[in-house]
């Protein structure tokens, strides 16, 4: 069974950053992309970043040059570094497994997503 667990969020200023962090405990499958996703009040969950099982990296336009995904195999953690947020960053940001490609699509994902990490940007 995946567990993921998020941690790492919090409030900041308008330019200010968080480093988002995900340990996980198995693996839904062989290979996968590792992602961060983010919901904001009242919209839909979004995939902003993934890393897949080659170490390949694909971030949504709208982080790109801002957020940087890494992951830790021997850790088996997952970070997310944000820099020079926007109030449009902030909610709750999930990590999870997925068996496809999650940035500017959807597939099926096995993440925590009654959990997560809050992140509030204000001006």
């Known amino acids: 069974q995946v567990q993921l667990v998020e941690s790492g969020g919090g409030s900041v200023q308008v330019g200010g950053s968080l480093r988002l962090s995900c340990v996980k405990s198995g693996d839904v499958a062989r290979r996968y992309y590792w992602a961060w996703f983010r919901q904001a009040p009242g919209k839909e969950r979004e995939g902003v970043a993934q890393?897949?099982?080659?170490?390949?990296?694909t971030y949504t336009d709208s982080v790109k040059g801002r957020f940087t995904i890494s992951k830790d195999n021997a850790k088996m953690t997952l970070d997310l570094q944000m820099n020079s947020l926007k109030p449009e960053d902030a909610g709750t940001y999930y990590c999870?497994?997925?068996?496809?490609?999650?940035?500017?699509?959807?597939?099926?994902?096995?993440?925590?997503w009654g959990q997560g990490t809050q992140v509030t940007v204000s001006s």
């Open positions: 890393i897949d099982s080659d170490g390949t990296v």
């Open positions: 999870a497994q997925c068996l496809n490609s999650v940035v500017g699509g959807s597939s099926e994902c096995f993440g925590s």
